[in-house]
T-cell receptor
Framework: GQQVMQIPQYQHVQEGEDFTTYCNSS?????IQWYKQRPGGHPVFLIQ?????EVKKQKRLTFQFGEAKKNSSLHITATQTTDVGTYFC?????????????FGKGTHLIIQP | DTEVTQTPKHLVMGMTNKKSLKCEQH?????MYWYKQKAKKPPELMFV???????INESVPSRFSPECPNSSLLNLHLHALQPEDSALYLC????????????FGQGTRLTVV
């Protein structure tokens, strides 16, 4: 079955430092989505990437989808305490929810003031 | 209204009890999902409903029984659960099954005693 690997599992950074999480799939993905889950909260959609080599930005967040559509990354510039949480990538082979989303294990971002 | 509402927020039940989790959305979404999430783990897909019909059952034990009474409602009936079933149960919806983001409810935190 489809597997989505995500690293690192935990990342401690000082406030103001940059942060990157990486996602790799064993199979080619139709699309990849990124979610953020705050401690005690629920996953909240951040973005969806569909095209090979796609790059999207949201303020301090930069999302990339690999040329082969097997890997993706999320980069946060100059982290803030509000960035604390777990970042999940979620992939789909079928193009959406037809087979549900397969989530990576997530990267827990811990920020030290 | 961009919310997915889940009730109850917390539930404690004995292994011989029967209970139901409820999920409601009024965004006109035609796909709805149940996920199970253990602490510090990613959400795991349980069921997918598309146009009120069950389209995926990810080998979930029969003690979990989903029901979709109409396009806005999704229930999860619980019977004879085990302590290892204790987890956060998340409902999600999306506009359809292809290339759309999932909106998650806040979840029901279930404890089986």
């Amino acid at each position: 079955g489809q597997q989505v690997m995500q690293i690192p599992q935990y990342q401690h950074v000082q406030e103001g430092e940059d942060f990157t999480t990486y996602c790799n799939s064993s199979t080619t993905l139709s699309n990849i989505q990124w979610y953020k889950q705050r401690p005690g909260g629920h996953p909240v959609f951040l973005i969806q990437l569909v095209k090979s080599g796609e790059v999207k930005k949201q303020k301090r967040l930069t999302f990339q989808f690999g040329e082969a559509k097997k890997n993706s990354s999320l980069h946060i510039t100059a982290t803030q305490t509000t960035d604390v949480g777990t970042y999940f990538c979620a992939g789909s082979q079928s193009g959406g929810g037809a087979d549900g989303l397969t989530f990576g294990k997530g990267t827990h971002l811990i920020i030290q003031p | 209204d961009t919310e997915v509402t889940q009730t109850p927020k917390h539930l404690v039940m004995g292994m011989t009890n029967k209970k139901s989790l409820k999920c409601e959305q009024h965004m006109g979404h035609r796909a709805m999902y149940w996920y199970k999430q253990k602490a510090k783990k990613p959400p795991e897909l349980m069921f997918v409903y598309s146009y009120e019909k069950l389209s995926i059952n990810e080998s979930v034990p029969s003690r979990f029984s989903p029901e979709c009474p109409n396009s806005s409602l999704l229930n999860l009936h619980l019977h004879a659960l085990q302590p290892e079933d204790s987890a956060l149960y998340l409902c999600a919806s999306s506009q359809d099954l292809v290339y759309t983001e999932a909106f998650f409810g806040q979840g029901t935190r279930l404890t089986v005693v």
